[in-house]
């Protein structure tokens, strides 16, 4: 059931890990992708474990590039030096956001292990082209040391192989002299271009230099080949002259024998070379490095797991998910407001806290320690050691409440009271109720709250008021806002949902206080079922307005000066279910 719970919250807790790197993730569509700035995921709603595992992957890797890479590099020359550039690259950016979130190391891991067993992350072998298995060794190596991924351990080792039988022994050990210097030595994705570039370099000297010496090799074999020849030929042993005479083709056919298993074009001149790059065109091996496309060299295993993740196109409208604005702080607005509801709330916590813990008190149960049974006591002769009585006590609540305030327009409005006189605006008095019952949760052991408002400085964006775990004193500024701006209620539940999916309190319950309609009736409708599915409870404050069509639990406060009372007996009925 929990499994089944999460992945139909796939929308949710992608944005909690988004929001968690501080990346703007978007839900919806059939295609994963990443504009540099925010990250494409799929409105998935599978049961596919496997499904889940690959775009976390996803959101982790693409997070690392938004935060280090840098989208401005221009890649100029071989397809394979930008390759080797994004191998070297991608296990940098990886190894970076492992020190600020761990827990990526093993997202990552999971991902390289599952593509490993399905079969999408191979070993080079040796007939594979020169470049991907340059471009394989490079990937799998970094990748196994720098960043723990084990399991590509044995695809090393083959692709060491592979590597072994296309390029000179010496450019194989200066390559893992070069690779060595991963990750300590490189500080931007320019330090890992230039790596490339070094390694492009140094395979071109050795494979050249090979060239040479083998060149060298044999010509030094002619020339001995010739001075056997001389010194076997007598002028005073015609008869040896005459058999040497019949077997000379055989043995002057002997270093051509040789040359059959050298390259083909080795016999060209090393000095001609190509005037753009300065390779010899005579060597097949540097040509196809130089010369190789895409086409030649496996995808980056993330392209691969994107194109795992399209999907059918999904009826839940795209949406992204706001990171939070800061509101503008204005302290002695804020303060003003603390000591005005502070004296209630001191109540209204008393309160709550008096009917919490008359709940939490059971019925008395029989035990070996406590007040003395009388009723209990003739037990005692036939063993019995139960004869005491103690009242057990239940555990506090354990809920994180995450309250979300409607500061559009109409909350600027005049409001008037039964008898037509002005009461002034909803806004103010919202604000003021909302940080009172805060303020009182925040006394109550086992209860988190944190408030956030809607919209923010533009539309679909959010105001944060308080974080959960944040002290309301220090937040008292940003409670002094004007209303402005639509109703983006999608965007504002999705982000109290993920907000509160990183809380560790096993209840979580989401207030939504309004006094219109979503802007988007049916995205709000689809990402409330979301949150009831993935654990999440969902309650409505209508101001002037039901809202039961949207909650299933849900209040319609009609007079502003009811608000206070309203909330204290809402949360009330809250705290005393959980």
């Excluded at 409005?413 to 949760?441: S, W």
């Amino acid at each position: 059931m929990k499994n089944r719970t999460l992945h139909k919250a796939f929308p949710i807790v992608a944005a909690a890990i988004g929001n968690r790197f501080g990346i703007k993730v978007c839900v919806g569509g059939d295609q994963a992708y990443t504009d540099g700035q925010s990250i494409q995921l799929p409105a998935y709603d599978g049961d596919d474990p496997d499904y889940q595992d690959f775009a976390w992957g996803l959101l982790a890797h693409e997070s690392a590039h938004i935060r280090y890479s840098d989208f401005t590099l221009q890649y100029d020359g071989p397809v394979l030096r930008r390759r080797l550039c994004g191998a070297i690259e991608d296990v940098r950016i990886e190894h970076e956001l492992a020190k600020d979130f761990p827990g990526t190391r093993l997202t990552l891991r999971t991902v390289v292990e599952k593509m490993i067993a399905n079969g999408s992350f191979t070993s080079s072998n040796p007939d594979d082209h020169p470049a991907n298995t340059l471009y394989g060794y490079v990937l799998k190596s970094l990748r196994a040391r720098v960043l723990g991924q084990a399991a590509l351990n044995p695809l090393v080792a083959l692709s060491e192989t592979a590597l072994k039988a296309h390029f000179p022994k010496g450019a194989v050990l200066r390559l893992k002299g070069l690779l060595s210097e991963v990750p300590e030595g490189l500080e931007s994705e320019s330090d890992c271009l230039q790596l490339a570039d070094r390694i492009l370099t140094m395979i071109q000297q050795e494979c050249e230099q090979e060239q040479q010496r083998n060149h060298s090799s044999r010509s030094d074999e002619s020339s001995h080949s010739g001075q056997d020849e001389n010194s076997a030929q007598s002028p005073q042993d015609n008869c040896a002259d005459e058999c040497h005479a019949e077997g000379e083709d055989e043995t002057v056919d002997n270093p051509d024998d040789d040359l059959t298993h050298q390259p083909k074009a080795a016999s060209s001149h090393p000095q001609d070379n190509d005037g753009d790059t300065g390779i010899p065109e005579s060597n097949p091996i540097l040509e196809a490095l130089f010369n190789a496309g895409d086409g030649d060299i496996d995808p980056d295993i993330f392209d691969t797991v994107k194109s795992a993740l399209a999907l059918a196109q999904d009826s839940v409208s795209a949406v992204v998910l706001p990171i939070g604005d800061e509101p503008m702080l204005d302290e002695q607005a804020g303060l003003a407001l603390f000591r005005k509801v502070q004296g209630e709330s001191v109540k209204i916590r008393a309160a709550l806290q008096g009917l919490v813990q008359s709940q939490s008190l059971t019925r008395p149960q029989p035990g070996t320690r406590g007040r003395l049974d009388g009723r209990r006591l003739h037990r005692v002769c036939f063993g019995e050691t139960k004869v005491f009585q103690r009242s057990a006590v239940k555990p506090s609540p354990n809920t994180a409440i995450h309250l979300l305030l409607d500061k559009s327009d109409s909350m600027g409005y005049q409001v008037n009271d039964t008898r037509g006189q002005a009461m002034g605006t909803r806004l103010p008095m919202a604000l003021e109720a909302t940080l009172a019952l805060a303020l009182a949760f925040e006394g109550l052991s086992g209860v988190n709250p944190g408030i956030t408002a809607f919209p923010g400085d533009q539309e679909g964006s959010v105001y944060r008021l308080l974080d959960h775990g944040q002290r309301i004193r220090q937040r008292a500024g940003a409670f002094s806002l004007l209303a402005n701006g639509g109703t983006p209620m999608t965007e504002a539940i999705w982000f109290g949902a993920a907000a509160l999916l990183r809380c560790r309190e096993p209840r979580k319950v989401l207030m939504v206080m309004t006094d219109g309609q979503p802007d988007d009736m049916v995205s709000t409708l689809a990402i409330l079922q979301r949150c009831r599915d993935s654990g999440i409870e969902t309650v409505g404050i209508g101001l002037g307005i039901d809202v039961s069509h949207l909650f299933p639990i849900a209040i319609t406060i009609n007079g502003l000066q009811e608000l206070r009372v309203q909330l204290f007996e809402l949360s009330k009925s809250l705290l005393l279910a959980a």
